[in-house]
């Protein structure tokens, strides 16, 4: 900052230049939570009529009206679990390293800008290195699995990150009080830092499952935009059409006579879906509170 | 090498030591002092795991090099006649420098989505930064509790909607919207209604870096300008800004890299049309800018989503194609690289 002192006039126009710029900033924030409420609002306004029991328990229809999503909402939790089960212990591994072995020097430094980088990598780049390294180069095709391998390095540096923050808030005394009790380093980390650090990795857990939920870039190039047939399908052969594939496939395919209603209801239920997880992020963390404080 | 545990401890923890008696009692507190076995088993285990570790973060690394290489094999086979390409071997300046993209008659111009992914984009940061900086200063220095935390609330749900979701919003809601008031029912995809879409994805990218900017401010510059009679404001614009302003512009860039790199979204609401410079430039309109607005258009990362599953691998169009992806990731690692450096500046 310039060392120069300001100098502040007050008179009457920077009274009301005062007023205004405070009347401009609420405007601003409450406009976003107008937008906010009129988005959801016409979201679920424009699925509710579609939503019912059997859109949700049928299977899609590929050229007549009156399908349903049932495989599409089994392949998004399918795939998400998957992916969270590669990510996790690679993310955790990771996070652990740079919060207890990296130090603080020029290591640390490189990783923190390889996670960053990788965090700000556009999904659809992801897409790309999927398609050429799973889908063609082990020759899997679209399918669960390189969709759900792709999907991990979407999830990577999100659960790196909120492992290495969760850590890294671990009071000193508690390590130190480890140490003291003669625990290796191993121990303490798991023992002592690792269960403190648990609620605040398990909040960052399920807001990575909730934009794992949301992707679809990297899915149409990887798990493809075709659901199986049989229902259950475990195989993860099979190319696995998701909740957001199928919204912007079948907008965007146009086969389909009732494509909008479809589009609708699927993103009504994407929409509820990631409600029920943001206030599950917020009872934990609020039970999680109350119950330390 | 020290094998004494408290040789490395990260000395960052300056900010916990908050209720820590409370949680003291996890450990067992009336079972008295826990019996950590020393074994040479475990300091074996101590030694594996940290190598383990390492072979994580390293996974990353090589993640990063990894995709910078998978896509230049396949990007730079545009340009280079590698092995396995059967497409034709393109020279630079017909890839970037020309607006002509007409790939079943051999023409890959792909200045029309540089130039789309850059308009957009600019469009978008026209209107979410300052939204998003004016968010951020109001909820750290301005809003009363409740309204910064129903604030903080609306961010998080509006970052978690997915980019499909928006989409059809805008596909659904906007354009027709637009279309039947401003335009006649004309239709009305385009720059404009992306760049508002993408706008309202990114601010809350901004605005939580922006707060978190003003909120990590000593707390006496605010009281210091106002002890020399500044407003609210006058301190805000005229003191907090410029004190934050590296780390605003960070939180710009990476909203940047964001709006860069979307694709559903904007494909859905875009219009996806590779020929609109020439659309613009045959058009007469008085008002050629609001007319560019309403254009239908495409981006860098709107055309690999129409396009890709058209093409087969290693002709010259699927190379162009993948050639813009490498594109997009070369940009992101200098948009990281550019954060690194304002951070820097930050210290100085």
Known sequence: MNAAVPVFRRSRTSKAVDRLMRGVLWAIALLFVAVLILFVGAILKQGWPVLNLGFLTKMPETLDAGGGIKPQIFNSIYLVMLSLAISLPVGLGAGIYMAAYAGQGRALRFLRLC??????????????FGMIVFVQAMGWSFSIRSGALTLALLNIPIITRVTEVSLLAVPQELREASYGLGATKLQTIFKVALPYAATGILTGLVLTAGRAFGESAILVFTAGTNASAQFPDFRLTVPGETLSVHLWYVTSDGTLPDAREIAAGTAAVMILVLLALNLLVRLVDR?????TR | MPDAPEASIPAASQRGGYSAEARMDSPS???GVPAFRHSRLQRLADRWARLGFLACSLLVVGLIGGILFFLATRGLAAFLPL???????????????????????????????IAGSLGVTGLALLIAAPAGVLTGVFIAKMAPAWMRNLMRQVMDLLVGIPSVVYGIFGLTVVLPLVSRTWLEDAPASGFAVSALILAVMIVPTIVSLSTDAFESLPSSLDEGAQALGSSRWQAIWRVLIPAARPRLLTATVLGLGRAIGEAMAVQMVIGNNPQWIALMRESTDRAPFLRALFTPAATLTTELVQELPNTAAGSTWNNVLFAMGLLLYLLTMVLILATRRLGRGREA
């Open chain 1, 287 to 291: 039970t999680i509170r109350r119950r």
């Open chain 1, 115 to 128: 996670i960053e980088t990788l965090a700000a990598t556009p999904s659809i780049v992801l897409a790309l």
């Open chain 2, 83 to 113: 092995a396995g390409n059967t497409g034709r071997v393109l020279s630079f300046s017909e890839v970037f420098l020309s607006a002509d993209w007409a790939p079943s008659s051999d023409r890959f111009g792909i200045l029309p989505f």
């Open chain 2, 29 to 31: 507190a009336e079972a």
